[in-house]
């Protein structure tokens, strides 16, 4: 009995994996430039010498400089969002808000090219379009849904949730923002302050921290 052929693609599955790569490709060669060289090196002619291919390939993926930017932008917030997703739900709400909170600064220190663009204005130029904002709030609806968990279990005061997230993610992009500008001496210093910023956030939000 002979054993049956092996698993094929068709052409249109073959191509569309192709554009896959090519394009994520790109994005990282973009992501590694900014990393590298610096914002002003984040050009359609720079990425295609990067990947030794005319610019007439990525102007067909993305358009122009701020659609390869947007997809950057995108991207990174699909990346954001597996990384909130990898951390469990337990029955502890503080322990989950601070585990996902650790996640974000995991994701700024290992995506530091796109972390940049998307939070840090590294593409001074660039303005998100409504589509990248909105994957924005999809990235960070898990921080969301944790604190509206605190709140309904009591262990938050009645608050707006999302003017917590943007509080709590102010106060830690803040120590992120820092540490990229070269405020703290070494990489542990900053942790230890991302910690204490952490900590005295959720503290803030407590019920028991406001009650005599």
Not at 1 to 20: D, F
Not at 121 to 130: N, Y
Request: aromatic share 10%; charged share 20%; hydrophobic share 40%.
């Amino acid at each position: 009995m002979t054993n049956p052929p092996n698993a094929y693609k068709t052409y249109s599955e073959v191509k569309l994996q192709q554009q896959q790569l090519l394009r994520k490709n790109v994005i990282d060669a973009a992501c590694i430039l900014l990393l590298e060289e610096g914002p002003e090196s984040v050009t359609v002619r720079r990425v295609a010498q990067k990947l030794n291919c005319s610019t007439k390939i990525i102007y067909n993926i993305f358009g122009n400089k701020d659609g390869l930017a947007n997809e950057m932008y995108m991207d990174g917030c699909r990346l954001l969002t597996q990384s909130f997703q990898q951390v469990p739900d337990t029955a502890n709400v503080l322990d989950d808000l601070s585990a996902i909170c650790w996640a974000y600064w995991q994701f700024a220190q290992l995506h530091t090219g796109y972390y940049k663009m998307m939070f840090g204005g590294a593409l001074s130029d660039f303005k998100p379009d409504e589509q990248s904002i909105e994957s924005t709030a999809t990235a960070l609806y898990r921080i969301k849904q944790t604190v509206i968990r605190a709140i309904e279990q009591g262990v938050f005061e009645e608050h707006d949730p999302l003017l917590v997230v943007q509080m709590l993610w102010s106060a830690l992009h803040g120590v992120i923002h820092l540490q990229f500008a070269g405020h703290f001496s070494t990489l542990n210093i900053a942790q230890e302050i991302y910690a204490f910023t952490l900590n005295n956030t959720l503290q803030a939000f407590k019920k028991s921290s406001r009650q005599s």
